[in-house]
């Protein structure tokens, strides 16, 4: 194999470990010069290292220290929107150097997952005893967890020091080298950028599995990562592939019609680790959908497979062979997340589960296309001269230009004749250009430098600001408003039941377009547990419909109606619990000096953020309105 060959293959490694991994998977590197990889040198750029010095004594066997640590990628402004999996954990043991990642759609999300995979390790003999992290939130959750009665891990976790990542320097470490291999396997595959920010989790696992193969040297032992970890190698080793690949896989079912292709192209993105070797992640850009597929490059379309000098064993040579005359796609296909803020449709109707978010067509809730209103699209003076549909039906060039159903196209006439669309008509005759009109920003007050300054902070952000005393003050008026009506009580802690969960709080701070400040206290609703905080047959509560709404203001409009807006303060601190719930808080951040600390509060109203709030405020409002009337 020719050694640049071999350096996209392993995923752009240094000459002693691409030549020492291929050594031990059994290929015969020819000699030849290696020629500067301009993916590496866009990839890896990086400035010189900068050493560190710590007292930290190494782990002498598997799984006895862990580094772990997570990262958020972020998009850039008025950029591709980012891929709904977003958060990055990464798990590394000191010992064997082998790095393990996933990712998240919420940093909570890892908390779960990660005592499931200690807990296997110490099954396996390789027990985990010190866990190195920082003292983030979903760090200091995974401990509590590890404690509980349901784990009962013995597990030691030690905090790094503010600003001191070189304490969990693997972490960080593996970080900076997966998104340098992870670029270059995209840069390699020339993945346009729009698309880089939703294929990323792929490039990023498939250069964590990669890197799993370096060969490094324990106790003058010579193997790879992942055998010194769990003394085997995965099978995917077999079968490597260069990332990117176009190739082929087999969609044909019985309910296919004849004429239609048999096969799909599609670009090889990542390894099925979880099936037998052989088995490759392939997305259909097109379609936006990630298959999970043995083989998809058949002998009469794959160039390289006499090059590649791979030794595999009996087994999985008669397993190749039987796979050859199965069904080529695996029942398990991810369907992508599709990341238009409008709810987007793919033609492909299979059950898959959701993943990577590729652009596809923004559609309404009532499956149809998105369509501007007509008085936005042109004058209301326009030729309705009638025209012929596919059907040999006469149309108007209303319908025929924005696709109207009969409905919508007797509305708008209607409303013509009653010349409700004239305000907003444009005079042709005195301006040939395009006009759009926009509304936007009326009555918002400009109190603020930027639009920056109206996005919501939480507590520790606002209060690390200029304008301490005036947060301060908005937090005060909110717990005001909580003592008017009587949101909560203090209780002892002694008087709380043992097996009570207590929810946690969140600040919401924003400032309003007049500079107003807004401190709005919320819980944490997705901590709620159902039967015990909440009835989930319990939840709904009525909302008015974008139609109600219109139906409302075109007859204030057509009748001369009087209407006023109703604002009501504090509204969702009006509901009563019908259930007989029982919810305990904490003092919440910035009233630690209002309540002891040997109490808990128990909620006697619905607060922002719990799942009944809604309903109880409805049927309080309800009550109320009945009463009026």
């Not at 670009?267 to 999970?292: N, Q, R, T, W």
């Not at 926009?438 to 952000?461: R, S, W």
């Not at 904490?586 to 006697?604: N, R, S």
Request: hydrophobic share 35%; aromatic share 8%; proline share 4%.
């Amino acid at each position: 194999m020719n050694v640049n060959k071999a350096h996209a293959l392993l995923d752009h490694p240094d000459e002693d470990k691409k030549r020492a991994t291929a050594k031990h998977l059994g290929w015969d590197i020819v000699h030849g010069q290696m020629n500067t990889c301009k993916s590496c040198t866009l990839g890896k750029a990086k400035q010189k290292n900068t050493p560190k010095q710590s007292g930290h004594i190494k782990a002498d066997k598997l799984g006895q220290h862990v580094f772990i640590n997570i990262s958020m990628i972020k998009g850039v402004k008025n950029g591709p929107r980012v891929n709904a999996k977003r958060h990055w954990f990464i798990v590394v043991d000191e010992y064997s150097l082998l790095r393990m990642s996933n990712f998240y759609k919420a940093k909570n999300g890892i908390v779960e997952p990660t005592v499931k995979k200690i807990s296997r390790w110490k099954k396996s003999g390789r027990k985990v005893e010190f866990v190195r992290c920082d003292n983030a939130g979903e760090n200091r959750l995974l401990e509590k967890q590890s404690k509980s009665k349901d784990w009962k891990m013995n597990l030691k976790f030690k905090y790094t020091a503010h600003a001191t990542p070189q304490q969990n320097h693997l972490a960080e470490l593996a970080f900076s080298t997966l998104v340098n291999k992870g670029q270059t396997l995209m840069h390699q595959a020339n993945i346009p950028v729009e698309i880089k920010y939703k294929v990323f989790p792929k490039a990023f696992i498939t250069a964590m599995l990669l890197d799993g193969l370096v060969v490094i040297e324990i106790n003058g032992d010579k193997k790879t990562c992942f055998e010194h970890f769990s003394e085997k190698l995965l099978k995917f080793a077999a079968h490597l592939r260069t990332w990117g690949d176009a190739g082929t896989i087999k969609t044909h079912k019985k309910t296919t019609p004849m004429i239609r292709n048999r096969g799909l192209m599609c670009l090889f993105v990542g390894y099925a680790i979880k099936h037998e070797g052989g088995c490759y992640e392939m997305l259909d850009p097109e379609h936006s959908i990630v298959y999970e597929s043995h083989d998809p490059w058949p002998e009469a379309l794959d160039p390289d497979k006499d090059k590649r000098n791979i030794q595999v064993n009996e087994d999985d040579k008669k397993e190749q062979q039987t796979n050859d005359d199965e069904e080529l796609v695996a029942a398990s296909q991810e369907k992508i997340e599709k990341i238009d803020e409008a709810n987007a449709h793919s033609k492909n109707t299979n059950k898959q589960d959701k993943e990577i978010p590729i652009a596809s067509t923004t559609m309404t809730r009532s499956d149809r296309p998105p369509q501007m209103p007509p008085y936005l699209l042109q004058n209301y003076n326009m030729d309705f001269g009638k025209q012929k549909d596919k059907e040999g039906n006469e149309m108007s060039n209303l319908q025929k230009d924005i696709s109207l159903t009969p409905a919508e196209y007797k509305f708008y006439s209607h409303m013509q004749a009653l010349n409700e669309f004239g305000m907003l008509s444009i005079d042709k005759e005195s301006c040939e250009m395009e006009h759009e009109y926009g509304l936007v920003g009326a009555k918002t007050g400009n109190k603020f430098d930027h639009m920056g300054q109206l996005c919501a902070m939480i507590y520790d952000e606002a209060m690390n600001t200029l304008e301490k005393e005036d947060w301060d003050e908005a937090v005060m008026k909110e717990h005001s408003s909580f003592k008017k009506y009587k949101v909560w009580k203090a209780v002892p802690i002694n008087e709380v039941p043992e097996d009570a969960k207590i929810l946690t709080l969140t600040w919401a701070m924003k400032m309003k377009p007049n500079g107003v400040k807004r401190a709005r206290l919320a819980v944490q609703g997705f901590k709620q547990q159902d039967k015990l905080h909440y009835d989930s047959q319990d939840l709904s509560a009525p909302v008015a419909n974008n139609i109600t709404i219109r139906m409302v203001m075109i007859s204030i409009i057509m009748a001369s109606w009087a209407s006023n807006l109703l604002d009501v303060k504090g509204a969702f601190l009006n509901g009563r619990f019908q259930n007989g719930e029982r919810l305990y808080m904490g003092a919440p951040k910035g009233f630690e000096l209002l309540y002891p600390k040997y109490v808990l509060l128990l909620l006697l109203r619905s607060l922002y953020g719990l799942k009944q709030a809604a309903m109880q405020v409805w049927r309080e409002l309800q009550k109320n309105s009945v009463h009026e009337v």
